[in-house]
């Protein structure tokens, strides 16, 4: 998909995947700056001797929530840009599920599906989308989770209905 869609066009985009985007290493790194960011220090995360020898994991894992926050860097670089967008907000999310284990030095990246996509008022469209953090060789996600944004325009960009 281009880096770059008109408002107008968006809601014919609906069911379909509007983008993938590039791999993220999770590395110990990260993880601890996660940590730290979040004052959570769980060993299975910070700890990388007591966690191969503890953890059925063989090492350290990532923080859900950090999978979780990634979208953000993920939707930047696989998404298309809305020409008129003055500003993105998160709305949040209405499903996350947490369904494998990041372990430390893996790649992750995300699928997104644009569910649904609605104009709010004169100037905000809001759009759900489906999304998938795959593991790079792994056949179990990291995350699944419905996740609902605000794109907010001028309203003199406000598409017409036809």
């Known amino acids: 998909m281009g880096k770059e869609i008109a408002l107008a066009d968006v809601m014919g985009l609906v069911g379909t995947e509007t983008g993938v985007s590039d791999w993220i290493t999770v590395d110990q790194t990260m993880i601890d700056a996660f940590a730290g960011a979040t004052n959570d220090h769980q060993f299975i995360h ?3 001797e007591r966690a191969a020898a503890e953890s059925p994991y063989g090492g350290t894992i990532a923080h859900g929530f950090l999978t979780l926050s990634l979208l953000s860097a993920m939707n930047f670089d696989a998404l298309p840009k809305i020409r008129e967008q003055t500003m993105g907000i998160n709305y949040g999310f209405d499903k996350i599920r947490f369904m494998s284990p990041v372990k430390c030095g893996a790649r992750i990246r995300a699928r997104f599906t644009l569910a649904d996509a609605r104009l709010r008022g004169a100037a905000m469209m809001m759009t759900t ?10 056949k179990k996600p990291a995350l699944t989770a419905t996740w609902i944004t605000i794109a907010q325009f001028d309203p003199k960009d406000r598409p017409t209905a036809d």
């Open 129 to 138: 989308y489906e999304v998938t953090v795959e593991i790079e060789n792994e």
């Open 46 to 48: 910070t700890d990388p």
